[in-house]
């Protein structure tokens, strides 16, 4: 069997890479092993439980269940890619005000599925929140604080203006 | 779990697409949005040696309408159809299926073909590899025995797909592409009705989804039972597609369970026992008692098989209330 591997070229927190794959790896081997991006989990692998979950073309995926070889030209955001210049992203401090974080280890999927949220409708009721991160688990904090923490952030969008 | 080795395909066009799909016969699957066939590659259910993703071939993901005729190419992401107005004002059932599909992550990727091909499932079946090698092989991994009913002489996996019963309930078609033609058929002739193999096709595949404009007065709607309401499948669901007449009878009535056996299921005698009635003339229960007939539950769901059995006169009832209160609001509103 042709095992070679294929060149991708993709941009990963705003930074072009490019990476040798074969076609059986997933973004998220790539993401941990090849560009060593720990910030995004693996945890069942099969789609169920959202801590891989990241932005690709601004869209929430998860990226254990996408090969890497179809992200040639795709713009990918991790959970390392969302500070700016130093400062937390408002989602992430508003985690952490809020008491959000226990373990943390389904954080990143989680801010990342609450900025793909926030980006496209800054002021989501709390019904949009709680769909809109249905698909990511949380065995510790019960996800009222997780609600709170976005919804938070969205209320300071409506002060904002 | 990581993803056993395949060569990767990625053609520009359908018939190139199908020409490697020849080549390679049975070792080889069709990659649409990878939601289902990667995880179960993972688990050891699915070892094509080669992938042909869909994805480069231009023209098969978006929706269009023309001539009456709505078209829902075969890579249209459930996210892009959820979305969509022309769905969502006019074939309700579809709209909310889509909706309570997984999460809105796996919505992005999954497409509308991939999910009305997706194979049939069993808590017996869908397990690890690690999990599954300490029984005996139940009929739809190879072997001869069904680990959810002992002593069963078939396999009687659950096909869970949402879309497919209210695709069905709206009176759906599919375009099936194979080397060299092309033709249409109406969405229930996708399925074999057989556990084992769930999917009637075989060197074909579906390029895209037509719907006909509903005849005015036409309301649907979907419910369905599941534990949680993302991620999981649903245990029992239900499409109901009424026609009501001028004189606000009942003329034509489509009434689809999902999830109560190897395909969706008719549910004939209800949609029989509606036609003809005015909304308060309906004895509810009666008619959606009729509505579990024909349906094969077993234990072999995360819900026992007499539960969801008991369930699907409810699940019913809810889908063809939803669909007379459709038509009830509409008419209140013109």
Known sequence: MNRTKQYIRLRVNGEEREVAVSPNRTLLEVLREDLLLFGTKEACDDGACGVCTVLVDGKP??????????????EITTIEGIAQAGALHPIQQAFIDQGAIQCGFCTPGMILTAKALLDE????????????????????????????????????????? | MRLPFFEYHEPASIDQAVRIILEHGGACRVLAGGTELLPLMKFGLARPSNLVSLAKIGGLSGISSK???????????????????????QFTALHEAVESVAAPPIRNGATVAGNLCQNSRCLFYNQSDIWRKERPPCFKAGGDVCLAVPGGKKCFSVYQGDLAPALIALGGRITLRKEGSSRSAPCEA?????????????????????????PAGTHSAY????????????????AACLSFGRDGKIEAARVLIGAAGPAPLQARETADMLLGKKPHEIDLREVSQAAGRGAQMVDNLVLSGSYRRKMIPVVARRAIEAAIQEALGKERSR
Request: proline fraction near 3%.
């Open chain 2, 190 to 214: 996708l399925f074999s009705g057989q556990a084992l193999k769930p999917i009637a096709l075989d060197d074909e595949f579906v390029t895209e989804i037509l719907l006909d404009t509903l």
């Open chain 1, 121 to 161: 409708k800054p002021e989501p009721s709390t019904y949009e929140i709680r769909r809109a991160i249905s698909g990511n688990l949380c065995r510790c904090t019960g996800y009222n604080k997780i609600v709170d923490a976005i919804g938070s952030v969205a209320a300071l969008a409506k002060g904002g203006r």
């Open chain 2, 67 to 89: 001539d009456g005729t709505l078209r829902i190419g075969a890579m249209t992401t459930l996210t892009e159809l959820a979305a969509n107005e022309a769905v969502r004002q």
């Open chain 2, 223 to 238: 419910r369905r039972l599941s534990v949680r309401s993302a991620i999981d499948y649903p245990l029992v669901s239900a």
């Open chain 1, 61 to 74: 995926m998860r990226s254990c269940l996408l090969l890497a070889v179809r992200m040639e030209g795709k």
